[in-house]
């Protein structure tokens, strides 16, 4: 962050062409450097967010859910080490929950949750197929109300 803000603090001061737009980790569950610092400052400038791993490597999507889903793939063996754990369940159950209402999937509401913070542009999720590419799409029309927004919060808080 101290390094972005002098960026375009020598942008204005030498009239430079500045940074419009910042590509963050961040998701429900990587949350707390892009909020911490990140987002303020890119809110206070205008500098628009494209945030990677939205679907934090498919943990979002609930295909990983025990450490022998996670087995099954390289990627999975990867991401139960970070994501599996008391922190990660409690946020695939609130996902779930919220997926069930809406009539949507988690990995919907995991990327409509990301549209709705502020600055962020466009959450760049990953897809290995045509199917879930079209399952992804969904979540642009997914709109969650504001009591959604601080369930997911809650459950995906730090501690």
């Known amino acids: 962050a101290a390094r972005l803000a002098e960026a375009l603090q020598t942008s204005e001061r030498l009239h430079l062409p500045r940074y419009e737009s910042l590509q963050p980790l961040f998701n429900l569950y990587d949350r707390a450097v892009f909020e911490d610092a990140l987002q303020p400052l890119c809110l206070e400038h205008g500098v628009?967010?494209?945030?990677?791993?939205?679907?934090a490597a498919g943990f979002l999507t609930g295909k990983y859910r025990t450490p022998a889903d996670a087995a099954k793939s390289a990627r999975g063996t990867?991401?139960?080490?970070?994501?599996?754990?008391?922190?990660?369940?409690?946020?695939?159950?609130?996902?779930d929950a919220v997926a069930q209402r809406y009539g949507a999937?988690?990995?919907?509401?995991?990327?409509a949750w990301q549209m709705r913070q502020p600055a962020i542009v466009a959450p760049i999720a990953s897809a290995t197929s045509l199917?879930?590419?079209?399952?992804?799409?969904?979540?642009?029309q997914l709109v969650l109300d504001d009591a959604t927004l601080a369930e997911l919060n809650a459950a995906s808080a730090q501690g």
Request: glycine share 6%; hydrophobic share 50%; aromatic share 6%.
């Open 131 to 140: 199917s879930q590419l079209q399952e992804l799409v969904k979540a642009a």
């Open 105 to 111: 999937t988690p990995g919907q509401v995991a990327v």
């Open 48 to 55: 628009g967010v494209i945030n990677f791993y939205a679907l």
């Open 78 to 95: 990867n991401t139960t080490a970070k994501y599996l754990n008391d922190r990660g369940l409690r946020i695939l159950a609130a996902l």
